[in-house]
Structures are given as structure tokens and as C-alpha cells.
């Protein structure tokens, strides 16, 4: 059996649909312990929990502690890779017609093995209708559950769950979607649904909320007088007739009743003054188009106004819009933008959701899963097993539009850690981590996507490298290289698909895709050699540091700091020399770096801070492994130990190309403490911590990190943050504002990027910010 798989409404004809194995849409099925299932009137929208198991690499400390100079340990390796099999939960959410449902129970009864649970969770108005096949099928009692509770609790899960869910939609802009940065609090808002009838719901709290209003003039009404006026049955089809339609012949306006503006009432002349008004006036017949058009605005027009209504009644600014009448439709999501703006004066933006088919199916699942708390956990999209949002646009990509039989799919992830905003953000709800949207910016979008698309073949190589004992690497890596390709050819098409495009995005849907694959850390061996290599020299630089005078002192340390930062494996520029020329190190990067002035120099005033009292704490997310942690970072975060500042370094919880990790840190610290009084001292007097940051990302999103390195920021009086490399730096959180004074530098190793900044390759960033509340203290 082949199922087709892509966009999620309507039906055309199914000749250009993609057709896909059902084990990858139902993926993981075997392992699937809880059901639940959402029927409305044409879709039907199934959720279940699966244990999914896959590969993580591990590193574990080699016994050095009979050993006691490090020359005696130097042909040891540090630490020892091995990579384990771990058990992760994720969710999986599959949407496809009516029409499917007996093929996919047939499906789902076939491969059930290692369920648990007796029951399924049930909503939506077809629940009753499909009751006795689903029981039949599955062996499992149908246990419903009402369908507003199920509603609202799926759409607080992906409000907070997901960073990019809520859109403004933007028809003739150049972007079509406008992603909004989730708001920490998500709650209170207003929730629209527009199925048949409308319901107007107000949300207060997880548990809290009431239905504050409503009509019956809502998406069946459309419908229905939509069929009796253009004899067109389906609700697709209607809406496309409206949307070549011309409302302004069949409506009367403000101008056919005054000649023009209605001045003294502050109405224009294009305004409807009477839906259908010239239908009773005119004798000629009106066109299916027009009708539906006319028809489109009035039902439209009336619930934005009932919508802004209520919102100003309950003082609410946030305004979610859903049901089958939105459900992603441009036409509609025009019409209601349109009709909320006119009436709100631009005060309240029309919201909508990327994943609003599936907030039911969710909030049932939610239900059914009470006793797990899924509540408690941070979840993420997983972008290697979801298919994103598809533009129903008619105008675009027509393989798009053959969207009968189709199948979507959305998978979330529970993350091991809770993820909160570092508390040092100066504006939670106006923080926004990407530095470019490629979705508004075409030229650096085609750039980055070629980018990603040149480097893919490396990436590949260095997968299978990496597991050179395994023969079928080479199977899963061409896998991979299909499934990122085919991520990336998506994006080319409908950059709006995960929400807001990013450099981070991609690079995020790249190590997604690797992990789907099994290649949890293609680069742990190259990260062991360069980590082992870089010990060596520690010393060394060390005591040429601390022969220097103090002036001199502080700009090698920072020199050194950027040099180390030269060391990507990420960056292409660099990795090409890496690979030809093994020897290339510490001295030869400082001799690439640009020479002062830098792109961003704000080094004097930097080192005039250092003149005065010392930081309490510094928070320092770092970077990569081997060079760059150890000859850059480590001397100079022990001339702030010594100067009396605390230290706190932020490293991955997962690998990320060659990022250090949290376990690859712990080892490298303990070993640098045995050789280096200063450290070790810091580390026994919990003067240097070290944390994870919650993320497996080579950039950074400072409003999801860990809990407990927020806990600990704020315990220590953090008054410093220092953000590293091009990732963390450049392409996240360059315009952050921080509460506190903050370090941003890098070596911007891309020289499309360099020259778009004003620079060459390898020029310097070094921003130095300090918030006008921080300047007004000294």
C-alpha cells in the first residue's frame, strides 16, 4: 500500500501527489504506546506517544590519575568515544483525508505490537460517527472527550512549545507569512473558531477558560449560501471561485450611494456600504466569481468585527484565529487580516497558527496523557520527520495544489531538559534570536541554500568517516544526503515552512536529519585529536601570557580568544585548510586575524571597564572544541578568576558539528585543573561552574535554555555575558539586548557574509555593550 503525502486540504485531482510508504508516515509505529484520534467533517487528525530509540555518542575519561606529569599521559588519548543506544520519547501527528481512515486503521491494527494502553482519546464531530470501525479495528474503546477542552489545550501546547507558531498574514508583502516571537507568557489570549458557527473563546490560564461569545454566521454559513447562490458543492472549489472573484459588482459601495467619500462619517468610497446591494438594483446576472467573492467579505467582515468587539470588551491584544473556515486558506486568512485591521485601526493583529489543524489531536492526547505530565517537559519540533506548512497559495508552485488523499505529519521531540528565557534578556517578549529572516531576504536566502547545498557532500564524507567499522554507513549517509537535499529543495520553494527561515534553521534541520540517520556526532574523533593537541600547548601559552605586562596581557588574551575562534569546522573556508594542512594552528590564525581596527572594535572601551572594579560573575557560552576552548577561552577566563570574577562557561548538552559539549568540558576542565593551579583552585571553590546550555545547536536561542544554568545566572549575580563565535554571535542574538554588560566576538570566517558586513574574511567582531541603567552605576 502507498499513501500519498503532502499538503492537507481539499481535493483535486491526485495525479501529482507524492506517494510515500506508509511506515514514513506512520513512523515508529511498532513502539507507539497512547492514541488519539480528531475526526471533523473531511480530516481526520490521529496523535500517538512513541519510545523511539536511537544512537548518542558518549565520552568517558580515560584513568589518568596515576600519571602524574602530562607528559607521561602523551600518547594516551584524553577521553574515549563510544557511541550507545538511548531511549527518547516523541510525539507523532498524522493528518489525511476521511476517505483514508479504514486503509490507515487496516495500517495501524497491522503494526501495533507494543502498545500499552486499552483506550483511544477521542473529539472532534466525527468521534461518534467513526466509533464502531475505530473500536472494530483497533481493539481499543473510543473514550471522547469535548472538543473546546481538547482545542485549547492543543494551542497552549504549541504556543509554548513551538518559537515560531503564531503568523501575521501578509498577502501582497514579500514575505507571505510573518512569524511572531512566541511571547513568554503565553496567556491571556483570544481564540476565534470559526467551524460552521464561530465560537469566541477567552484563555486565561492552562485550565482556565470560558467561551465568551459567538454566531452562527461562521464557515457553514459560507458554505451553504455559497452552494445555494453558485451551485458549487465543495468547499475548496468555492473558495477559489471567490478568489478570482470581483465583489465590487455585486456590492454596493460608500461611492455608488455618494459619488465618492462620505467626508463628515470618515468613511472612503471604496468601503461596502451594502453586501449585495446591487443585486437588488441591477438586472443583469452575476458571475459564480463575484457571488462567492461578495459572499467571502460579508461573512469575513461580520466575524472581525465581532472578534475586535469582544477583544476590546475583555482588553485582549492577542487574537488567535482557527477552524476549517482559516485552516490556511490565503483567501480567508486575507479577508479576516484585512477586516481586524480596518476595525482595530492596526491596535489588534490577526493571528494565525501553523499547526492549527492539529491543536484537537493534541489537546486529546494531552488528556489521555495526564499521568506522564507532558506538561512538565520542554518539547521541539523535529524538523527531519514534519512537513511543514505548504502554501495553498493558487499562484503558487502548482504541484503544491494537488492536494487531494494528502498526508501531513508533525513530530515533537520531549527535550531531557526544561527550557526557560535567560533572565538577563532585557525584553523577553521583543527578543529575537536570528540576526537575518531569510524568509524576507531573497538574496541572502539563495545564498545560504546554495551554501548548505555545496557544503552537503562534505557533511556526508564526514558522517561516514566517522563510522568507519560500520559497513552500512555509507547506506544511511546517502540516505541522509536525500533527505537534507529534499529539506532543502522544500525551503527553496516555501521558505516559510518551519517558520521563519534562518542560517540557524537550516544548520538545526541538518543536525535533525543526521540524527535521524544515526550519526549523532560526525565529528567526536576530529574534536578528541584537536582537544588532545591543543593540551599539549596549554602551558605554554599560559606562561607566555604571564610575562606579558597588563596592557599587553589583555589584548593577547583577547587575540587569543579570537584566534581560537578561527578553528570551525563549521565554516567551509576553514575547514578546507584544516583538512589539507593538519599542521595549521594557534600562531597561524593569529596571523589571519585582521589587524586593528576591527569591523566592530570597541576593544578600548573594553579595556578601559577592566581598569575598574571586577565583574561578579561572568556567564561565557562557548564555542568549539580543541584550539578554541582551550588556548582561547581558558586563559582568558582564568585572567578573570584571578582578577575575582566569577565564572560560569555554557557549553552544548548535545554535539553540533564541532562544538564542545558538557561532558567533552567536564573532562577537558579536570584535566586542565591538574596542570594549572589557578583552575584547579576556581573549581574547588566553586568559583568556575560549569553548565549546560539545553541546546544540541551550533547557534544560540537565549530565550530556550536549560533551567538550571537560569537557576544558576540568577543565584550568582551574573554581570556579564560573553558570547563567542559566528554561530553564537553573529548569526543569533548580534542585536540581543541584555540587561548587563555583554562581550559579542567573532571572526567571521564566510566571506560572502564578511563582505556583506563591510569586511574580508577573517575580519574581527568585538562588541562591547554595556545597557544605559549598567553606565549610570559606574
Known amino acids: 500500500m502507498a499513501l500519498s503525502c503532502g499538503a492537507d486540504r481539499g481535493s483535486h485531482s491526485m495525479d501529482k501527489s507524492i506517494t510515500l510508504p506508509p511506515d514514513e508516515i506512520f513512523r515508529n509505529l511498532e513502539n507507539a504506546k497512547r492514541f488519539a484520534i480528531d475526526i471533523g467533517g473531511s480530516l481526520t487528525k490521529l496523535a500517538y506517544y512513541s519510545t523511539v530509540q536511537h544512537k548518542v555518542a558518549k565520552v568517558r575519561s580515560f584513568d589518568h ?49 507494543n502498545t500499552e494502553t486499552k483506550v483511544i482519546k477521542a473529539t472532534g464531530g466525527g468521534a461518534h460517527k467513526f466509533k464502531d470501525l475505530i473500536e472494530k479495528k483497533l481493539k481499543l474503546k473510543v473514550d471522547k472527550e469535548d472538543e473546546m477542552t481538547c482545542l485549547i489545550k492543543g494551542c497552549n501546547f504549541v504556543l509554548k512549545n513551538i518559537p515560531h507558531e503564531a503568523f501575521v498574514y501578509a498577502k501582497h508583502a514579500d514575505s507571505e507569512f510573518r512569524f511572531q516571537n512566541t511571547h513568554p507568557d503565553i496567556f491571556p489570549y483570544l481564540l476565534i473558531n470559526i467551524g460552521s458557527g464561530v465560537s469566541i473563546v477567552k484563555v486565561e490560564a492552562e485550565d482556565k477558560f470560558e467561551r465568551i461569545g459567538g454566531s452562527s454566521i461562521g464557515g457553514g454559513t459560507f458554505w451553504g449560501l455559497g452552494a445555494l447562490l453558485t451551485k458549487t458543492k465543495r468547499f475548496d472549489e468555492l473558495l477559489q471561485l471567490a478568489s478570482k472573484g470581483q465583489h465590487t459588482n455585486v456590492d454596493m459601495l460608500v461611492k455608488d450611494i455618494y459619488g465618492g467619500a462620505y467626508g463628515s462619517l470618515g468613511l472612503t468610497g471604496d468601503l461596502i456600504a451594502s453586501s449585495f446591494g446591487k443585486s437588488a438594483t441591477t438586472d443583469k446576472e452575476f458571475s459564480k466569481e463575484d457571488m462567492a467573492k461578495s459572499l467571502l467579505h460579508m461573512i469575513s467582515n461580520d466575524i472581525g468585527q465581532l472578534a475586535c468587539l469582544y477583544a476590546k470588551l475583555h482588553n485582549l491584544t492577542r487574537v488567535y484565529f482557527g477552524g476549517f473556515f482559516i485552516r490556511g ?39 489521555g496523557a495526564e499521568e506522564d505530565n507532558p506538561n512538565q517537559y520542554s518539547w521541539g519540533e523535529n524538523y527531519a520527520g514534519s512537513s511543514g506548512l505548504m502554501s495553498v497559495s493558487p499562484e503558487l508552485n502548482p504541484v503544491q495544489r494537488a492536494r487531494s488523499g494528502t498526508f501531513d505529519m508533525l513530530e515533537m521531540d520531549r527535550l531531557e531538559r526544561q527550557l526557560v528565557n535567560l533572565p538577563l534578556l532585557q525584553d523577553p517578549t521583543s527578543y529575537i534570536p536570528d540576526t537575518v529572516d531569510l524568509t524576507e531576504d531573497a538574496l541572502a536566502r539563495e545564498y545560504w541554500l546554495y551554501c548548505f547545498e555545496d557544503a552537503l557532500d562534505g557533511v556526508v564524507k564526514r558522517a561516514i568517516a566517522s563510522q568507519k567499522d560500520q559497513p552500512e554507513a555509507v547506506e544511511r549517509g546517502e540516505k541522509f544526503r536525500q533527505k537534507y537535499r529534499h529539506k532543502l529543495q522544500t525551503l527553496r520553494h516555501q521558505p516559510f515552512a518551519y517558520g521563519s527561515l534562518t542560517v540557524r534553521s537550516l544548520l538545526d534541520t541538518r543536525e535533525h536529519c543526521l540524527n535521524e540517520f544515526n550519526f549523532p556526532d560526525p565529528y567526536s574523533k576530529i574534536k578528541q585529536k584537536e582537544n588532545d593537541m591543543a593540551l599539549k600547548y596549554y602551558l605554554k601559552v599560559v606562561k607566555s ?17 579570537l584566534a581560537g575562534n578561527v578553528f570551525d569546522w563549521g565554516a567551509k573556508a576553514v575547514s578546507d585548510v584544516l583538512e589539507s594542512d593538519p599542521e595549521f594552528g594557534f600562531e597561524q590564525a593569529k596571523q589571519q586575524l585582521q589587524e586593528r581596527p576591527w569591523l566592530v572594535d570597541a576593544y578600548n572601551q573594553w579595556l578601559e571597564r577592566l581598569k575598574g572594579p571586577p565583574h561578579k560573575c561572568a556567564l561565557f ?21 584571578i582578577r575575582g570574577t566569577e565564572v560560569v562557561l555554557a557549553s552544548n548538552s548535545g554535539p553540533a558539528l564541532n562544538d564542545v559539549t558538557n561532558s567533552e568540558l567536564q573532562i577537558l576542565t579536570e584535566r586542565i585543573a591538574a596542570m594549572d593551579p589557578v583552575i584547579h583552585t576556581a573549581l574547588k571553590e566553586d568559583r568556575l561552574a560549569l553548565v549546560q546550555n539545553g541546546s544540541s545547536s551550533p547557534c544560540l536561542d537565549l530565550s530556550r535554555l536549560d533551567k538550571v544554568l537560569a537557576t544558576v545566572v540568577r543565584e550568582r549575580g551574573t554581570d556579564l555575558v ?3 563565535g559566528m554561530g553564537r554571535a553573529i548569526h543569533t542574538n548580534y542585536y540581543a539586548m541584555l540587561s548587563c554588560e555583554s562581550l ?26 554595556v545597557p544605559s541603567k549598567v553606565q549610570e552605576q559606574h
Open 65 to 113: 590519575s596515576a600519571k602524574v606529569s602530562l607528559q607521561e599521559t602523551d600518547g594516551d588519548p584524553l577521553y574515549e568515544i563510544s557511541v550507545q543506544e538511548e531511549i527518547t520519547a516523541r510525539l507523532h501527528f498524522i493528518k489525511f483525508e476521511n476517505a483514508y481512515i479504514e486503509t490507515c486503521l487496516d495500517f495501524i491494527k497491522d503494526h501495533l505490537v
Open 722 to 724: 560573553i558570547i563567542e
Open 545 to 561: 601570557v604571564e610575562e606579558l605586562s597588563w596592557e599587553q596581557r589583555q589584548f593577547t588574551l583577547v587575540k587569543g580568544l
Open 621 to 641: 557560552f562557548v564555542d568549539n572544541s580543541g584550539i578554541d576552548i582551550i588556548l582561547g577561552v581558558f586563559p582568558f577566563i582564568r585572567e578573570l578568576l
Open 744 to 769: 559579542k566576538l567573532a571572526v567571521i570566517k564566510n566571506s560572502w557574509l564578511a563582505e556583506r558586513l563591510g569586511g574580508k574574511i577573517f575580519s574581527v567582531v568585538f562588541k562591547y555593550e
Open 329 to 367: 486558506h490565503p483567501v480567508t486568512m486575507h479577508t479576516i487580516t484585512y477586516s481586524i485591521n480596518f476595525f482595530t485601526k492596526g491596535e489588534v493583529q490577526a493571528l494565525f497558527l501553523r499547526h492549527e489543524g492539529y491543536l484537537g489531536a493534541i489537546g486529546a492526547f494531552l488528556k
